[in-house]
């Protein structure tokens, strides 16, 4: 069976374009790209015709444009653009129950795959946790608290959670902030000593349930909060 040719608009064609120099590395995230004279001229296009491209661009999350000082690269994936999106449009609980189920797999592909240098990677991190929580330093230990976590996802050694993971990273971040904040590094589970102790003794169960223990605190504070 002979399939129908689609046909591309202009802008369509240029989209396309657009992406594939983002995509490709040429235009690198936080870069802001080139012109919008010398875009016409190198596409040979229109004004108008440029502008749809880069407002659907815009649209996905892929090119942000600041009014008086130009458009910039936000993302280099469609995928990730769309994902992080839609979790900046999300609940902190919505988020905290997205973290559950990411960490608890996580931690259990952790504990059966680690190896030696991942555990040296996140003690790591959980002493400097340790570290921050000493001198109170909320900043320091929300940058701590998230590298540690990306290292566990880090040693499940299954890429497509690494990349899921890392899509949203800063709301990850961001819900690490607004828990702390209201239980100032105080809880038992800062830093995450047991959690890394059952990882070191591929202790899978004991690890999921550490991750249950302090999403279902998370949780509780969010409500607290208001965060629904």
Known sequence: MVEKIERKSLAEQVYDQIKAEITNGTWKIGEKIPKEADLMSNFGISRNTLREAIRALAHIGLLETKQGDGTFVRNNSELNAIMQKRVRESSNQEILEIRHALDREAVILASERRTNEDLESMKK??????????????KEFVKADTALHLAIVKASHNDLLLDMYANILEEIQFSITSTTEINPVESTHSGHTALVSAIEKRDKEQAAR??????????????????N
């Open 210 to 227: 550490e991750v249950t223990e302090y999403i279902t605190l998370f949780k509780r504070i969010a409500a607290k909060n208001g965060d």
């Open 125 to 138: 991190y959980m002493k400097l946790c340790h570290i921050a929580k000493e001198k109170r330093d909320l």
